[in-house]
């Protein structure tokens, strides 16, 4: 069974507020895990990866994102009893209590591009552990408090996988109206086991995105919200829209929180350099401002009942 006994949590715990971490799906091939574990991965004599991590082509790169990683042995990894990810995943509860599992996508099946490759357009997609894993890891661990992260080419088999397990998956509000523009990501189709974000650490800020914006993609969003929307109101719009909906919960970037600009993106994929520069300064959060997130906080429910801590997602088993 998992426990918990960081001090660090605990004070969080005690003014309402619940940790959520993440963990990505694939590793540096620097890494100390892959030099522990070699046998894991798949390398060739030298140590070299044969294959390597990435994806298609998609809204976010026409030549798809090269991530390099080197890719698990997924045979290997089962004749373990995928021992490594279970006590990967034990390990990061210790520390929050939720984990946003990265490219949940590949564990139902995996973009393989040969080691070498300028871009990943030439890859292939591979099988991957599917329920084997997520059985294995619940049987160990008590449960699954596991939000997916179901962005990309999301598939009946994929989202047959999540449902399965009760894992709740993401939407990205940005999504609905620019970019994938795909029905699942507007606030209407949601439900309760659902997290919401206006955008991500791979996104512009909000304010940043409309800025940039076609006119048809802030006509999109201008009819769904039923009004006119000012490139200085826009952050806080999606975020209305995002505490307003079924989710159960509703995130925002601190970027959205400030209204700040393109100028404050943490991240762009598919470039190795010049991210996660962007840091919140002392002063940055007054009084005013968190108070109107208190007020929008209070106006949709989302507030923790009796100050306690906010109600948790179902996460596919019984409690670690």
């Given at each position: 069974?998992?426990?918990r006994d960081h001090a660090a949590e605990a004070h969080a715990h005690a003014a309402g507020v619940g940790l959520i971490g993440d963990?990505?799906?694939?590793?540096?091939?620097?890494?100390?895990?892959?030099?522990a574990h070699r046998e894991l991965f798949r390398l060739d004599a030298q140590g070299l990866p044969e294959v390597v991590a990435g994806v298609p082509p998609d809204y976010f790169s026409a030549t798809g994102q090269l991530w390099g990683n080197p890719l698990y042995d997924w045979e290997a990894l089962s004749r373990t009893g995928y021992r490594w990810w279970i006590d990967r995943l034990r390990m990061a509860h210790r520390l929050v209590d939720l984990v946003r599992l990265d490219h949940f996508i590949g564990f139902e099946r995996y973009w393989e591009v040969p080691a070498g490759s300028a871009t990943a357009e030439g890859g292939r997609w591979m099988p991957g552990p599917g329920a084997a894993l997520f059985d294995a890891v619940r049987a160990a661990l008590g449960g699954l408090p596991v939000i997916a992260e179901d962005l990309g080419l999301v598939t009946p088999e994929v989202?047959?996988?999540r449902l399965r397990y009760g894992l709740p998956g993401m939407r990205v509000l940005q999504f609905a109206f620019a970019g994938a523009v795909?029905?699942?990501?507007?606030?209407?189709?949601?439900?309760?086991?659902?997290?919401?974000y206006t955008g991500t650490h791979d996104n512009?800020?909000?304010r940043g995105w409309f800025a940039s914006a076609t006119p048809r993609e802030r006509?999109?969003?201008?009819?769904?919200?039923g009004r006119e929307v000012?490139?200085?109101?826009?952050s806080w719009a999606l975020m209305r829209l995002a505490w307003a909906s079924v989710a159960g919960l509703a995130v925002?970037?601190?970027?959205?929180?400030?209204?700040?600009?393109?100028?404050?993106?943490?991240?762009?994929?598919?470039?190795?350099?010049g991210n996660w520069r962007w840091r919140l300064l002392p002063d940055q959060l007054p009084d005013a401002l968190l108070d109107r997130l208190a007020e929008l906080t209070a106006t949709y429910g989302r507030e923790p009942p009796g100050g306690g801590r906010a109600p948790a997602l179902r996460h596919g088993g019984a409690d670690p």
């Open positions: 069974m998992i426990r963990a990505p799906i694939f590793l540096a091939h620097d890494s100390a895990d892959l030099w989202e047959a996988l795909e029905a699942r990501f507007l606030p209407h189709r949601y439900d309760r086991d659902t997290v919401v512009d800020t909000t006509r999109l969003l201008e009819r769904y919200l000012r490139e200085e109101e826009a925002a970037p601190l970027q959205d929180l400030l209204s700040l600009g393109g100028e404050a993106r943490m991240n762009v994929p598919g470039t190795a350099t």
